[in-house]
């Protein structure tokens, strides 16, 4: 054996793991011992998850802004819609609800207790979206989150709030760009920034209609 191969440690081993590491193998160990999963789906659904990016869900997004009746249907039965696309929704206990950004109302999405989110849709949480001062401030003024961010809505715009929990996640439907009209559904989707899909900000202006 080489000296390299004696000198690895695999990490899983090392005594240095984290306590919610530990945790998780305890749980993920305890739910392999009596049935309820193997090994094979807690891979799967890491995979899954690892693989999604917000990319996803402006795509979502986009084919909202282009066609009219999936618009309707991923506002009424979010799952079903979003499977349309190939996005599958594993955990029936986790339920989906898309926000609709209108000219009156303004939606902002944030985990109080935690991170939830919709990570089949938009992969992992920003660290910003885990931390103590935008789940505090997040709720106490929405506002002033949002300017931070660099977005100042109208004082006449109704701000909603909506907490996370594990049994609900949120999507917001940003407002389409003005100016897009001639755009193509995959050009739409690379102005959805993930920001905009949290609520903290808007979606992208194109450049041609921001120097216009
Ligand atoms: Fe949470």
Redesign the pocket.
Known sequence: MSDVQEGHEHPEDSAELSYYAQRAQAIEALLEEKGLCTPEEVQQAVNTVESRSPADGARVVARAWVDPGFKQRLLADPRSAVEEMGYILPDANTQLAVLENTEDVHYLVV?T????YPRNLLGRPPDWYKSLAYRSRAVIDPRGVMAEFGLELPGEMEVRVMD???DMRYLVLPRRPAGTEGLSEEALARLVNRDSMIGVTDPFIPQAVASA
Not at 113 to 116: G, N
């Open positions: 985990c207790l935690c991170s939830c996370s929990t594990a």
